[in-house]
């Protein structure tokens, strides 16, 4: 007899739950692909790829609302009908009659679990890879659309007058790259071919223009070929809030290894490398006006002098007054040239974004040359790809983080420096704590399900006699209470920049979760006594 009760029970629950489901993911999941669709432009064929991907991440929210919606509903229903009454006088206790409910939250609570330390983040990484793997279809249909492309984060254009997809050439090109502080151009030329790299963490797109021009702060320089990278930045992969927990255990063994901190190292490292060239070349040329510093490349050496170094906060090494450079064939030694000035530039190179730039480029601008004993004066003398002094990198670490917060081979750090490091010692403190608030907030989100459907089915036998959905509606506000602790708690976490706030946003968290169990239980205490 209690066996087909509870059978009866079971199956009316898992009907009603079906249904909420099904309809409330294919609402929520049409809304989750918008972002990708406005940041990306990806096609209409994407969008149904999308929908499947982004289902778990709808789900996680779906099937809580759809089981307190179930509960309440059929439980209410089974109320009013006077079936529970019935059942008392019959003999069968009343806390018998919730055991289908209960199985039903912790199937719930169980995959909810699962949902958010696994499936979700698995499922949120498929999404960017579909994406970034149609790179170049989303890239040249934005430009036979409207002209242009916009990378997301709009701080890297590609403006093309004709697009051949099938030769990934552009005509009549114009490219806007602000992505960095210290080297914003605009790049204009009759050609360019795309090429992406996907294998890298984020797709970096190359466009590698013919017969360009290049303009950036030291004016305009004309250039047979040159390249110019941006970078398709990640939708969603790079929060805390879709790491898998394997994953957040691997930051906190590894901060780098998560790309927020990552960036921020590496621009802490350029500034700590650029510093030590600067602090060799001020050692090297203050000993002797007649002293020279040296860098090479495969193809040419070349040595220079100047009488003032300064270090400008966009990573620039600027040499003033009296600057003497002599240019070497790398191979042979032989003197190609002489030049002398008032102005020369060294800056790391930006030909990548997804690490560390090794490379330097040295700018002469309005450089004067001797040719057979006549003056020309060189709009911009470039010299690109410069090594690293095999002093400097003797001095760089492997290890990125620590290199950058010893910083001990720099006799007198910038506070621009300075700042970096205090920077990312702050964002793998916050990223410590984010992890800690996340995986706190899921489990008491998961197993807060269970006392929330629980609550649902005492609220929709307490309000039999009512309108069916007036159980669901007041049942739902322990339900958002406890996504209130969670939210503060999170808040408090990541937010007060402290140890302290953050045991205590997870306490919070907690706390929300044992009131709500108490709830239920002087719930429960007047339904049984009644």
């Avoid at 990223?431 to 459907?453: N, Q, Y």
Wanted: glycine content about 6%; charged content about 20%; hydrophobic content about 45%.
């Amino acid at each position: 007899m209690v066996f087909i009760l509870h059978r009866y029970i079971f199956r009316e629950l898992i009907k009603v739950f079906v249904l909420a489901t099904l309809a409330l993911s294919v609402i929520l999941s049409l809304g989750s692909v918008l972002r990708p669709i406005q940041e990306y432009g990806v096609g209409p064929g994407q969008v149904f790829d999308l929908l499947g991907y982004f289902l778990p991440i709808t789900m996680s929210f779906v099937l809580p609302v759809a089981a307190l919606f179930a509960s309440s509903f059929v439980y209410g229903r089974f109320a009013a009908d006077n079936e529970f009454d019935a059942c008392k006088v019959s003999g069968i206790s009343p806390s018998m009659l919730i055991y289908p409910g209960l199985i039903l939250a912790i199937i719930v609570a169980i995959a909810n679990l699962v949902l958010g330390f696994h499936v979700v983040p698995a499922y949120v990484h498929r999404a960017e890879t579909s994406i970034k793997a149609d790179a170049k279809q989303i890239l040249f249909r934005n430009i036979y659309r409207q002209g242009y492309y916009c990378l997301p984060g709009g701080d890297f254009r590609i403006y093309a007058d004709a697009a051949d997809v099938e030769s990934s050439n552009l005509f009549g090109v114009v490219v806007m790259d602000t992505t960095r502080e210290d080297s914003q151009k605009l790049i204009t030329a009759e050609a360019a071919v795309i090429n992406f790299d996907e294998t890298k963490r984020s797709n970096e797109v190359k466009v590698f223009a013919r017969n360009a021009f290049q303009f950036d702060k030291h004016g305009g320089a004309f250039f047979k070929a040159i390249s110019v990278i941006g970078q398709f930045e990640s939708l969603m992969t790079e929060s805390v809030k879709f790491q898998k927990i394997e994953q957040m255990n691997a930051i906190k063994l590894s901060p780098i290894s998560y790309y927020p901190i990552a960036i921020r190292a590496w621009s802490a490292y350029e500034r700590l490398t650029i510093e030590i060239v600067a602090e060799e070349i001020s050692n090297t040329i203050a000993a002797d006006s007649n002293n020279f510093y040296q860098l090479y490349n495969d193809e040419k050496l070349i040595r220079f002098t100047a009488k003032n170094l300064s270090l400008t906060p966009d990573n620039q090494i600027e040499l003033k007054e009296g600057i003497v450079m002599f240019e070497y064939d790398a191979v042979s030694g032989e003197l190609i040239k002489s030049y002398r000035g008032n102005e020369l530039y060294i800056q790391l190179s930006t030909e990548t974004q997804s690490r560390p730039s090794t490379k330097l480029i040295v700018t002469f601008p309005n450089a004067v040359w001797l040719d057979h004993g006549i003056e020309y004066i060189k709009p911009r003398y470039t010299a690109l790809d410069m090594s690293l002094p095999t002093t400097v990198a003797a001095k760089l670490g492997e290890n990125i983080i620590e290199t950058v917060k010893q910083h001990r081979y720099l006799q007198q750090p910038t506070g621009q420096l300075e700042s970096l490091i205090t920077e990312l010692n702050r964002k793998i403190m916050v990223t410590l704590f984010e992890i800690k608030a996340e995986i706190h907030s899921r489990m008491v989100f998961g197993i807060g399900c269970i006392t929330i459907i629980i609550i649902g089915i005492g609220l929709g036998i307490r309000f039999r006699g009512g309108h069916m959905l007036t159980a669901f509606g007041v049942s739902s506000i322990p339900a958002a209470g406890l996504l209130v602790f969670i939210m503060a708690g999170k808040n408090m976490a990541t937010n007060q920049f402290s140890q302290v706030s953050a045991d205590m946003g997870v306490a919070i968290m907690w706390i929300g979760l044992v009131i709500l169990t108490i709830f239920a239980f002087v719930l429960y205490r007047g339904l049984f006594r009644s």
